[in-house]
Structure formats: structure tokens, C-alpha cells
Antibody
Framework: EVKLVESGGGLVKPGGSLRLSCTTS????????MSWVRQAPGRGLEWVGR??????DYAAPVKGRFSISRDGSENTLYLQINNVKSEDTALYFC??????????WGPGTLVTVAS | SYVLTQPPSVSVAPGQPATLTCEAD??????VHWYQRKPGQAPVLLLY???ARPSGIPERFSGSNSGNTATLTISGVEAGDDADYFC???????????FGGGTKLTVL
């Protein structure tokens, strides 16, 4: 059974940083394509970025501030968020990425940006 | 960028069919994928490539895509179908996914 569980969310001040984690099990993680997707309050889903076998790409609104990485030995995906802004307040999901869609998702971790 | 438009809300009585739409220019030329998200739970892939159901998704969920409208149909809505539904395509130009704003399905 594929399982994804996000953690690391919380309250952070504008300009601060935090790192989200996504612990995975039930599939071969080390070369799996993985994405982060977020949902701001009252808004739809927004793709944040994706890590493939050797490359990472990001959505324009987060490029330069967000960084996706993985630890294959721990089967864990990470999202480093720097210089957080109020518009980064959202529920953050990790998901397995197929070529064009997202097969499995975690329940999400909430990030709240406030002073 | 590509914009997917979904009605914010749809209400349906139990046992009745529900039709959820996702509109965009020439969306019929794209592959559309649908997700269901219940509060506090992980989103679930309902349909991929317009009509295909992943293992475990009931046959009550079906899809179609033509012209400017993709449609998710739930035949015989159940109380447990009360959720948010999102459509998604992969935008070729940017090589990034795009999601619709979501439709809140309320089972009366």
C-alpha cells in the first residue's frame, strides 16, 4: 500500500523559513517522480514543483524561494521554503507524479504565515 | 497560461446523477484528470486520461471530454460523495500541470 505523510507545517513569520517533509512507503521511492501541491484557504489546488530522477522544476510564483530535495535512504521528500510570504499560507501536499497526473497524495501539512 | 473553469458548487439529491464540468478552450484536445478531496483527507485520483478509472474507483464515476468541456459524471450520488472535485491538465507549453478551481459537491 502506497502511503505518503507530510509533516513540518506550522506558524512562521514573514521572511522566515521552514522545511516540510513527506515520508513515503509502499513503492520504490529513490527514482520516483514526486511533486508538491498546495491549496490556499478558499482556493483551488496549485502545483508547486516536481523532482524527477535528476532534475527539479518549480512553478513561477515559488521559483528561487522553494527548494525540493529527497533522501532516498530515508524514503523522504523535502520542501524547503525560504523568505516566506503571506501568500504561502496553504495546506501543502506531496504526491507521486506520473507523466501527466498525480497518482497518490498525502493528507497535507498546514503552513500559516503570520506575524 | 491555460485556465480551467469549474462551477464553484453543485447540489444533488442522493440517488440522482451529478454532472461536474471543467471548461477551457479546446480542452477536448487535452487529457483531463479528476481528483476528489474530502475535508481532512488526501486527494484521490478519480479518473485519468479523460475516462480511465484507477483500481478501486467505483464504476459510478465516469468521464468525457470534447470541444471546450470535460465532464465528470457520478451516476447515483451517495452521501459519501460529498466532497471537492478538481480537474487537471498538463500544460504542454510550460510542462507544468494546471488545476481547475474546484467544485464543491453537496449531497442534499
Amino acid at each position: 500500500e502506497v502511503k505518503l505523510v507530510e509533516s513540518g507545517g506550522g506558524l512562521v513569520k514573514p521572511g522566515g523559513s521552514l522545511r516540510l517533509s513527506c515520508t513515503t512507503s509502499g513503492f520504490t521511492f529513490h527514482n520516483a517522480w514526486m511533486s508538491w501541491v498546495r491549496q490556499a484557504p478558499g482556493r483551488g489546488l496549485e502545483w508547486v514543483g516536481r523532482i524527477k530522477t535528476g532534475t527539479v522544476d518549480y512553478a513561477a510564483p515559488v521559483k528561487g524561494r522553494f527548494s525540493i530535495s529527497r533522501d532516498g535512504s530515508e524514503n523522504t521528500l523535502y520542501l524547503q521554503i525560504n523568505n516566506v510570504k503571506s501568500e504561502d499560507t496553504a495546506l501543502y501536499f506531496c504526491a507521486t507524479s506520473g507523466l501527466e497526473y498525480f497518482d497518490y497524495w498525502g493528507p497535507g501539512t498546514l503552513v500559516t504565515v503570520a506575524s | 497560461s491555460y485556465v480551467l473553469t469549474q462551477p464553484p458548487s453543485v447540489s444533488v439529491a442522493p440517488g440522482q446523477p451529478a454532472t461536474l464540468t471543467c471548461e477551457a478552450d479546446n480542452i477536448g484536445l487535452e487529457s483531463v484528470h479528476w481528483y476528489q478531496r474530502k475535508p481532512g483527507q488526501a486527494p484521490v485520483l478519480l479518473l485519468y486520461d479523460d475516462t480511465a478509472r484507477p483500481s478501486g474507483i467505483p464504476e459510478r464515476f465516469s468521464g468525457s471530454n470534447s470541444g471546450n468541456t470535460a465532464t465528470l459524471t457520478i451516476s447515483g450520488v451517495e452521501a459519501g460523495d460529498d466532497a471537492d472535485y478538481f480537474c487537471q491538465v498538463w500544460e504542454t507549453d510550460s510542462d507544468h500541470p494546471v488545476f481547475g478551481g474546484g467544485t464543491k459537491l453537496t449531497v442534499l
